[in-house]
């Protein structure tokens, strides 16, 4: 089965400011289903300035409802770019000192080819015909356009949950190519819990009659109601208890009293709520479909022997893993896991589980202590690589 895109490749998303290149146009990517993917579109987004001898690079992995847009205002919803208090001018990852890349991933919805583009053999959006993807192949796709910009190495992978699985990808397929790996609140395997939690995401968008078998773009129709449920699910396994509780407790929502109803009484019922309908204006669901699947089928130790040190055998590569003390959807122990394996063949590991209330989200807001400790990781690893240092030369 080959799968070739078309030159109008995606759907509503041609205006998206940005960098995309075609890939795979001279060699096809066979993917991990045994497709081959070829002339296919990735989008990707740039900050800082390459320099000379193109040591300074920084790729980041976004995580499963993230996208190329890290450090910027989002085109479709106004807001700030997700990382955007680490990565930029003077920053923890300073633009100034290095040349950061994210690119959207394999089966996203934000410029890079998946199941909402179009289908050249039928001229519609490939929706479910569109080959089942795996982490591997995200990163793969990620090596081959390092390849089409002339970057042999990169200084450092660095990202969280879906993110962090990419980055353990690419210590393992391409450990020459990384410096630095920075893996932070993920897992070397998806757990049984979480496969659960998107299978319940997955059914409630299947669920939606407005999905239509997955055709619902060429009907004209979205399944809004279901990915809106699906997104109200994952994000309670975002936050933890103590942070649901101190934002919203037993808080009515715009009244005083109950009203013996199955309206938003209480205020967390309407932040899901709002969450949902927000989420489905810059989301595609059979995209959601697609990266929930490869996260669930991440399991990095079942291509090594179900050894997982041996993905990580004479590694060059040094690590940084981070943990959050709430994060109940990658918890400490998953994490440690990696370090435990790490450790195991004499790697450069260093490990910092951070205290915070605010559970798996913790990765993506203003932590001051995660901030700091990678920081200084990224600049020791800096002095180490003969890069510059904050505000002056290398030393």
């Known amino acids: 089965m080959t799968a070739t895109t078309g030159e109008n490749n995606i759907v509503k998303d041609d205006d998206l400011p940005g960098h995309s290149v075609r890939l795979g146009i001279d060699?096809?990517?066979?993917?991990?289903?045994?497709?081959?993917?070829q002339n296919f579109p990735v989008a990707y987004q740039t900050y800082g300035t390459l320099n000379e001898d193109k040591s300074n690079v920084i790729v980041v992995c976004h995580a499963l409802t993230g996208d190329q847009f890290v450090a910027e205002t989002h085109p479709l919803t106004g807001k700030e770019g997700w990382w955007d208090h680490i990565v930029g001018s003077g920053k923890t990852i300073d633009t100034d000192r290095f040349f950061v890349i994210c690119s959207n991933i394999?089966?996203?919805?934000?410029?890079?080819?998946?199941p909402k583009s179009i289908n050249p053999a039928t001229g519609k959006p490939w929706g479910l015909d569109f080959p089942?993807?795996?982490v591997r192949d995200m990163v793969n796709v990620q090596a081959m356009l390092l390849d089409h910009l002339g970057i042999d190495d990169v200084f450092a992978v660095l990202g969280g949950s879906m993110g962090g699985m990419q980055v353990l990808q690419w210590a393992a397929s391409f450990p020459d190519r990384v410096?630095?790996?920075?893996?932070?609140?993920?897992?070397?395997r998806h757990s049984s819990q979480n496969i659960a939690f998107h299978e319940v995401g997955r059914q409630a968008i299947m669920a939606d009659?407005?999905?239509?078998?997955?055709?619902?773009?060429?009907?004209?129709?979205?399944?809004?109601?279901?990915?809106?449920?699906?997104?109200?699910?994952?994000?309670?396994?975002?936050?933890?208890?103590?942070?649901?509780?101190?934002?919203?407790?037993r808080r009515l929502?715009?009244?005083k009293e109950i009203t013996y109803g199955f309206e938003a009484d209480f205020q967390v019922e309407s932040y899901l709520r709002h969450q949902g309908i927000t989420f489905v204006d810059r989301f595609d669901a059979n995209s959601y479909l697609y990266t929930t699947r490869a996260m669930d089928y991440f399991d990095l130790a079942s291509d090594y022997d179900d050894n997982l040190a041996n993905a990580f055998k004479d590694t060059p590569t040094r690590f940084c893993v981070f943990s959050f003390t709430?994060?109940?959807?990658?918890?400490?122990?998953?994490n440690r896991e990696i370090v435990h394996a790490l450790n195991a063949v004499a790697a450069n590991v260093s490990f910092a589980e951070i205290k915070s209330d605010n559970g798996h989200d913790?990765?993506?807001?203003?932590?001051?202590?995660?901030?700091?400790?990678?920081?200084?990781?990224?600049d020791g690893a800096a002095r180490h690589r003969g890069l510059p240092s904050r505000g002056g030369d290398a030393s």
């Open 362 to 378: 913790a990765f993506l807001l203003d932590e001051q202590e995660f901030i700091r400790v990678l920081g200084g990781f990224i």
């Open 27 to 37: 060699e096809p990517l066979r993917l991990d289903c045994g497709a081959d993917l």
């Open 326 to 334: 709430s994060d109940w959807l990658f918890p400490t122990d998953a």
């Open 209 to 249: 009659l407005d999905w239509c078998g997955g055709d619902y773009l060429a009907q004209g129709k979205n399944p809004n109601r279901g990915l809106s449920v699906a997104r109200m699910t994952a994000h309670i396994t975002y936050m933890s208890e103590s942070a649901l509780h101190r934002k919203f407790g």
């Open 179 to 188: 410096f630095a790996a920075v893996p932070i609140a993920t897992a070397a």
């Open 106 to 114: 394999l089966g996203g919805c934000m410029g890079t080819v998946g």
């Open 253 to 255: 929502q715009d009244r």
């Open 132 to 134: 089942v993807i795996t």
